[in-house]
């Protein structure tokens, strides 16, 4: 399996790269500096709309929570390899930064998180394992649940 590239790991797990999500203001999806690439925060879209909504530990169970991380890191691999010209060319996963919207008694940040880091894993093998950062906020752009940035060398 070390020998697979990203896209056939990500084919392997049943999986395909989504569209790239459109900016909701004025910003742009993924943007190139030096070798690496930096993706705006990414929600979780499936075919234009969220696929949960509100907040963890509220209306949202940290199983959807987790779902909604690996939508968010499934559009932000869309929007890094859009720029880094495919999944193929992406040679590491550098940081992820997750916001979880959470209920002030929610704790489990960072088991949402891993969501998106063990799809890392999953679709990139070693080169997946990243640095991170998760927070806790109270509320994301349209009452999403979670909200990713990524960072990748290429």
């Not at 040679?91 to 930064?97: A, E, N, Q, T």
Request: with cysteine; proline share 6%; net charge negative.
């Amino acid at each position: 399996m070390t020998d697979q590239l990203a896209s056939e790991r990500l084919a392997a797990l049943g999986l395909e790269l989504p569209a790239v999500a459109k900016p909701l203001a004025a910003y742009v999806p993924a943007l190139a500096v030096g070798n690496q690439v930096w993706t705006s925060g990414q929600l979780p879209v499936r075919e234009g709309k969220l696929i949960a909504s509100g907040k963890l530990g509220g209306e949202v169970t940290p199983e959807q929570g987790v779902a909604c991380a690996q939508q968010c890191a499934l559009n932000a691999i869309a929007a890094a390899a859009s720029i880094a010209g495919g999944i193929d060319k992406i040679k590491r996963i550098v940081k992820l930064v997750v916001f979880v919207a959470s209920d002030p008694s929610f704790t489990a940040q960072p088991a949402v998180a891993n969501g998106a880091s063990e799809l890392m894993g999953a679709v990139f093998g070693e080169a997946g394992a990243h640095v991170r950062s998760a927070f806790g906020v109270a509320v994301l752009p349209l009452d999403a649940p979670v909200e990713l940035e990524l960072i990748v060398e290429v």
